[in-house]
C-alpha cells in the first residue's frame, strides 16, 4: 500500500522556522517527484514546493521562493520542507503529494498519492 507519512509542522513565531518531513511507504522512493500543497481556511488550495525524482529541478511559488528549501533524501526514502521566515499567512494545513511531474505547472498535476496533511499555524 501506498503511503505519504508525514511529520513536522506545528506553531511557530511570525519569522520562525519549521521543517515538515514526508517519508514514503510501499512504492520506489525515487521514481516519484515528492513536493507540498496547503490549504488555508476559506482559501484554494495552493501548490508550494516540490523537487523532482532524480534530486534535480524544483519548483517553489512565489509566495514562498526564497523562504522555503524543500530537499530530498531518497535512501531515506523521505522529502523535507524547510520553512524560514514564517509569516502569518504561511497558516493552513500542509499536504504532501507524491507524483510524475515537478514543474512550473505543478498545481495542476495529478498526484498519485496524497499524505494525510499537517497543520502549520504561525502567529504575528
Known amino acids: 500500500e501506498v503511503q505519504l507519512v508525514q511529520s513536522g509542522g506545528g506553531e511557530a513565531q511570525d519569522g520562525g522556522s519549521l521543517t515538515l518531513s514526508c517519508a514514503g511507504v510501499?512504492?520506489?522512493?525515487?521514481?516519484?517527484?515528492l513536493g507540498w500543497f496547503r490549504r488555508a481556511p476559506g482559501k484554494e488550495r495552493e501548490a508550494v514546493s516540490c523537487?523532482?525524482?532524480?534530486?534535480?529541478?524544483?519548483y517553489y511559488s512565489d509566495s514562498v521562493k526564497g523562504r522555503f528549501h524543500i530537499s530530498r533524501h531518497n535512501a531515506k526514502n523521505t522529502a523535507y520542507l524547510q520553512m524560514d521566515s514564517l509569516k502569518p499567512e504561511d497558516t493552513a494545513v500542509y499536504y504532501c503529494a507524491a507524483s510524475e511531474f515537478c514543474g512550473p505547472d505543478y498545481d495542476a498535476t495529478p498526484v498519485n498519492s496524497w499524505g494525510l496533511g499537517t497543520q502549520v499555524t504561525v502567529s504575528s
Open positions: 510501499g512504492f520506489t522512493f525515487e521514481d516519484l517527484s
Open positions: 523537487i523532482s525524482s532524480d534530486n534535480g529541478p524544483s
